[in-house]
């Protein structure tokens, strides 16, 4: 039997390249994706193939276009013979308040953080219906269930994600196939090191007294989640075990929703 194989997009940085190392540990062939230098992305692969054993390889579709994900669903499908997995993990971040909000960055956030789940899933359910099977992580966010100031179309987004993957379950209650959701608290990647150096220099502070306070605003167990950390927990979601969670969301969040 041929290895099954994973699409994880937002891959290239951060909680995706931890996702796809975590299923490529796993056996999984990993079809990666998202932006930066062309010479890293290929060491990406490479070290996922050297490291690991599975293939790997790149599409550089951007997520925010409807046509780019339907042919990186298609290639990752053709390339490999299967999609097993999907984790819809790209998104960016814009901070500002409602009324000076940028029109532009709210049709942006919308359209990589939410709208690219349902165009990836779209591409990716008739394959897994053929197929009899298939795990769908989406990965929202602590603020898929609460918001935030000055983060309108990152929450809003993120609530999207949760309701999608709901119905998405839902409607394949009946087979193999389940929808669910990871929601991180506090990650240390690049999206969240643009939040601390702007609350540093905004607030006058050290980056150590920056991290301090935003932990210590939202997350109760005042450390940060680590990446690997949420790609065990979509693992976990893509295992036999997990096979009646269905429209669930695990939350990987230092306490962050306990309060
Ligand atoms: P990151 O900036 O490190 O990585 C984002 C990834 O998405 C990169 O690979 C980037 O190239 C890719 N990407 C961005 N725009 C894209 C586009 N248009 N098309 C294709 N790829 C694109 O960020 P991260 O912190 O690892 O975030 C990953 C996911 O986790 C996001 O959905 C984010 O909202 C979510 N999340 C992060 C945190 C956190 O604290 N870091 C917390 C909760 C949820």
């Not at 942006?108 to 219906?129: C, D, K």
């Not at 990965?139 to 949760?162: E, I, P």
């Not at 605003?217 to 927990?233: C, D, H, L, W, Y």
């Amino acid at each position: 039997m041929s290895a099954s194989t994973a699409i994880v997009t937002g891959s290239t940085s951060g909680i995706g390249l931890a996702i796809a190392e975590t299923l490529a540990e796993a056996g999984y062939n990993i079809l990666l994706n998202g932006f930066g230098d062309p010479t890293e992305i290929t060491e990406i692969a490479e070290s996922l193939r050297h490291d690991y054993g599975v293939e790997a390889h790149h599409s550089p579709a951007d997520m925010s276009v409807p046509e780019e994900i339907e042919t990186m669903v298609a290639e990752g499908h053709a390339r490999f013979g299967s999609v097993d997995v999907l984790v819809n993990n790209a998104g960016i971040q814009h901070t500002a308040a409602v009324e000076e909000f940028p029109r532009d960055r709210w049709d942006q956030i919308l359209a990589i953080n939410l709208s690219s789940n349902f165009h990836a899933i779209q591409a990716a359910l008739p394959i897994m219906r053929a197929q009899g099977a298939g795990r769908i992580v989406n990965v929202s966010s602590v603020h898929g269930h609460v918001g935030s100031v000055q983060k309108a179309a990152y929450v809003a987004a993120k609530h999207g994600v949760l309701g999608l993957t709901k119905v998405v379950a839902l409607e394949t209650a009946n087979s193999a196939i389940t929808c669910n959701a990871v929601c991180p608290g506090w990650v240390r990647t690049p999206l969240v090191q643009k939040q601390i150096d702007a609350f540093a220099a905004r607030e006058q502070v050290s980056e150590d007294e920056a991290i301090t306070r935003m932990l210590g605003e939202k997350q109760p167990s005042r450390n940060f989640v680590t990446p690997r950390q949420i790609g065990q927990a979509v693992l976990y979601l893509c295992s036999e075990a997990a096979s009646e969670i269905r429209g669930s969301t695990i939350n990987v969040d230092g306490g962050w929703l306990a309060q």
